[in-house]
T-cell receptor, first 117, second 110 residues
Framework: ETGVTQTPRHLVMGMTNKKSLKCEQHLGHNAMYWYKQSAKKPLELMFVYNFKEQTENNSVPSRFSPECPNSSHLFLHLHTLQPEDSALYLC????????????????FGPGTRLTVL | RKEVEQDPGPFNVPEGATVAFNCTYSNSASQSFFWYRQDCRKEPKLLMSVYSSGNEDGRFTAQLNRASQYISLLIRDSKLSDSATYLCVVTPYNFNKFYFGSGTKLNVKP
């Protein structure tokens, strides 16, 4: 167990649906991240939060809407997605944002495998 | 140019072999370096951080070459359980990003 949980683990949705992904970290970390991992592609950073404030939006379409109510919880609200949005969505946390090695490693949740029909 | 580049492999090696991967990065101001391991359909997990002086953890040795802007991972005495994709991760100083390579796939065969 990495201390980062994600729900649901699998999600199938239609293009007109609205759904939310949830991430919770039990590690006392201050930074949280959403990544997208498509087949045969590197992880793509989507959003970064530090002390529940968004610090990075990596040109993500507005059909993805993040929410960070506190340092332990992170949501990704989904609406009117496209089939090409089907991917593994990974949440991660780290003690803080970029800094020296040894104290800012990222820990990942198991991911939500999303299929958009 | 990609921030981080890795040879996708696959590297097919027999048990007991020594195998090495390299990863190059484009931003000379990069400050933090990591190797992650990702098993099929699982999340990435930290394997080891990479320190300037190089570091070793059991059968795994990581090296950093700032002059040539690459990091390496050496695995000695490969085990079947080492079969996975190895991801190189680089963080520029004071940036809110972790840049991931696309990974190098390792298959260790009996």
């Amino acid at each position: 167990e990495t201390g980062v949980t994600q729900t649901p683990r699998h999600l199938v949705m239609g293009m007109t649906n609205k759904k939310s992904l949830k991430c919770e970290q039990h590690l006392g970390h201050n930074a949280m991240y959403w990544y997208k991992q498509s087949a045969k592609k590197p992880l793509e950073l989507m959003f970064v939060y530090n002390f529940k404030e968004q610090t990075e939006n990596n040109s993500v379409p507005s059909r993805f809407s993040p929410e960070c109510p506190n340092s332990s919880h992170l949501f990704l609200h989904l609406h009117t997605l496209q089939p090409e949005d089907s991917a593994l969505y990974l949440c991660a946390s780290s003690p803080r944002l970029a800094g020296g090695p040894g104290d800012n490693e990222q820990f990942f949740g198991p991911g939500t495998r999303l299929t958009v029909l | 140019r990609k921030e981080v580049e890795q040879d996708p492999g696959p590297f097919n090696v027999p048990e007991g072999a020594t195998v090495a991967f390299n990863c190059t990065y484009s931003n000379s101001a990069s400050q933090s370096f990591f190797w992650y391991r990702q098993d099929c359909r699982k999340e990435p997990k930290l394997l080891m951080s990479v320190y300037s002086s190089g570091n070793e953890d059991g059968r795994f040795t990581a090296q950093l070459n700032r002059a040539s802007q690459y990091i390496s991972l050496l695995i000695r005495d490969s085990k079947l359980s080492d079969s996975a994709t190895y991801l190189c991760v680089v963080t520029p100083y004071n940036f809110n990003k972790f840049y991931f390579g696309s990974g190098t796939k390792l298959n260790v065969k009996p």
